[in-house]
C-alpha cells in the first residue's frame, strides 16, 4: 500500500478536463513539495510538475499543479488521446526515515 | 543531449547478485544528486535509494536496506546500485533519475534496465 493515496483511474472525453488527487499526511505532502510524473505505455517516466506547480521546459500548459495542507492535485485541460498515461505524484516523507515516496499511480483514459 | 543509460540488468537467482550502472553525459554529473526508482511488472513507481552529488548523503527504501548499496563515480560520470541477496520480489525495471538543481524532483530519466530474480 502506497504512503500517498490517489486514484486508481479516471476518464473524460477528449477536449475536457481532468483532475488527478494525491493525498498525503504532514510527514509527506503536508512538509514537502510535490512531483507530478506521467509515464507513457512502456515508457520511462517523465517530469510533468515539480515543487507543487511549475512546469519544465516544454511541458504545455495545459498540465497545472496545486497543494493544499496535506492533499495536492494535478489538472490537465483540453485532453487529448497522447494524455493516456499513468500518472504518479511523489515527494519526500520522513515519518520512520527519509525516502521518498510514490503515489499507486492513477491510470488516465481519454475516452 | 542530456542521457541517462543504465546497464547491468539479467537474470539471477534468489540470493545472488547484480550490479546496476548509470552513465550519464550532456550535463555536469558531479554537481547532482542522483536516484535509483524501480517499477515490478504492472506495478507502480517505488523509491529505492539517493545519493546526493558528493555521496556525503545516502538513503534507502526500508525494503532495500542492508542489502542494497549506492555509490557514484563522479570522474566516470556514473551511479552504481549493487544489489545483494536478491529476492523475488526486487524483480523490476530498475531506472536511474536525475534530482533537479536545487530541487528534488527527477527530471531526467534512463530508459530503464530489467532484473529478473527467479529460480
Known amino acids: 500500500q502506497s504512503v500517498l493515496t490517489q486514484p486508481p483511474s479516471v476518464s473524460a472525453a477528449p477536449g475536457q478536463k481532468v483532475t488527478i488527487s494525491c493525498s498525503g499526511s504532514?510527514?509527506?505532502?503536508?512538509?514537502?513539495?510535490v512531483s507530478w510524473y506521467q509515464q507513457l505505455p512502456g515508457t520511462a517516466p517523465k517530469l510533468l510538475i515539480y515543487?507543487?506547480?511549475k512546469r519544465p521546459s516544454g511541458i504545455p500548459d495545459r498540465f497545472s499543479g496545486s497543494k493544499s495542507g496535506t492533499s495536492a492535485t494535478l489538472g490537465i485541460t483540453g485532453l487529448q488521446t497522447g494524455d493516456e498515461a499513468d500518472y504518479y505524484c511523489?515527494?519526500?516523507?520522513?515519518?520512520?526515515?527519509?525516502?521518498?515516496?510514490f503515489g499507486g499511480g492513477t491510470k488516465l483514459t481519454v475516452l | 543531449e542530456v542521457q541517462l543509460v543504465e546497464s547491468g540488468g539479467g537474470l539471477v537467482q534468489p540470493g545472488g547478485s547484480l550490479r546496476l550502472s548509470c552513465a550519464a553525459s550532456?550535463?555536469?554529473?558531479?554537481?547532482?544528486?542522483m536516484n535509483w526508482v524501480r517499477q515490478a511488472p504492472g506495478k507502480g513507481l517505488e523509491w529505492v535509494s539517493y545519493?546526493?552529488?558528493?555521496?556525503?548523503?545516502?538513503y534507502y527504501a526500508d525494503s532495500v536496506k542492508g542489502r542494497f548499496t549506492i555509490s557514484r563515480d563522479n570522474a566516470k560520470n556514473s551511479l552504481y546500485l549493487q544489489m545483494n541477496s536478491l529476492r523475488d520480489e526486487d524483480t523490476a525495471v530498475y531506472y536511474c533519475?536525475?534530482?533537479?538543481?536545487?530541487?528534488?524532483?527527477?527530471?531526467?530519466w534512463g530508459q530503464g534496465t530489467t532484473v529478473t530474480v527467479s529460480s
Open positions: 533519475a536525475r534530482d533537479m538543481l536545487g530541487a528534488t524532483d527527477m527530471d531526467v
Open positions: 550532456g550535463f555536469t554529473f558531479s554537481s547532482y544528486s
Open positions: 545519493i546526493s552529488s558528493s555521496s556525503s548523503t545516502i
Open positions: 504532514s510527514s509527506n505532502i503536508g512538509n514537502n513539495y
Open positions: 515543487e507543487n506547480n
Open positions: 511523489g515527494t519526500w516523507d520522513s515519518s520512520l526515515s527519509v525516502r521518498k515516496v
